[in-house]
């Protein structure tokens, strides 16, 4: 589908993608139906078709656009580092904040594994570059001991994303539906965390800055 050429066309395909962010988690994919995604977003049915060729589209959209967002949240983060070891914790710091405002990325991109594999691979290997990219350069410059970037890459992502899943999805072990009672990484899972990671790259004597707690759990949010 073409982009839109419009302000408002933006506005209304950005309406559309947040409101399949709620109506894909709420519901998950099968049963989610562009009406009732329609009727969400206050746009008119006919109007879907200007900017998706169809459910799946729309769904492939929303998983780039999650994506892109949580990759933003997660680079404007580490950019407030002073080095390696900084930049990591500012990252998951705006991980977790993200995934608390917008749990239904657990369940979009765990269903894109069935609905479209190609969508999961490529959120993930996304996520994946920008870790291997400031890994290498922190190599290269002694911030990090001797890992294999890519390895280590993979390996962090897995402990965001389960860290998050247990305390930002389940803070009190809730079994509803996903997003039910999201909150923020509590401050002591968080330092503990980042300690674990920083042993693990081998920064473990190289000082960070600790934020106060309500600077850990404010991220701020872009436009859809």
């Given at each position: ?23 894909f ?13 329609t ?38 983060g ?11 914790a ?34 993930y ?7 291997r ?9 002694g ?14 992502m ?8 247990r305390y930002?999805?389940w ?30 790259l ?18 701020s949010?872009?436009?859809?």
């Amino acid at each position: 589908m073409n982009e839109p050429r419009t302000k408002r066309g933006e506005q209304t395909k950005a309406k559309l993608l947040a409101a399949a962010e709620e109506v894909f988690a709420e519901q998950g994919y099968q049963a989610a139906s562009i009406s009732r995604i329609t009727e969400r977003a206050s746009v008119a049915q006919g109007t879907f078709y200007l900017y998706f060729a169809s459910k799946l589209d729309l769904f492939e959209q929303l998983v780039e656009d999650l994506n892109r967002r949580v990759r933003k949240a997660m680079s404007d983060g580490a950019a407030r580092g002073s080095n390696r070891a900084e930049a990591e914790a500012e990252g998951f710091r705006e991980f977790f904040a993200f995934t608390a405002e917008h749990p239904a990325l657990y369940r979009v991109v765990r269903e894109a594994e069935y609905v479209s594999p190609g969508a999961m691979r490529n959120h993930y290997e996304r996520i994946v570059e920008g870790y291997r990219d400031g890994l290498t350069r922190a190599k290269a410059n002694g911030e990090v001991g001797d890992i294999d970037p890519e390895v280590a890459a993979w390996a962090l992502m897995g402990v965001g994303e389960m860290i998050g899943m247990r305390y930002v999805l389940w803070p009190t072990g809730d079994t509803g539906p996903y997003g039910t009672g999201a909150t923020p990484v509590p401050d002591h899972v968080f330092d503990e965390m980042v300690a674990f990671v920083r042993r693990a790259l081998g920064t473990a004597d190289t000082p960070t800055t600790s934020p106060t707690a309500s600077t850990r759990t404010t991220a701020s949010k872009e436009d859809a």
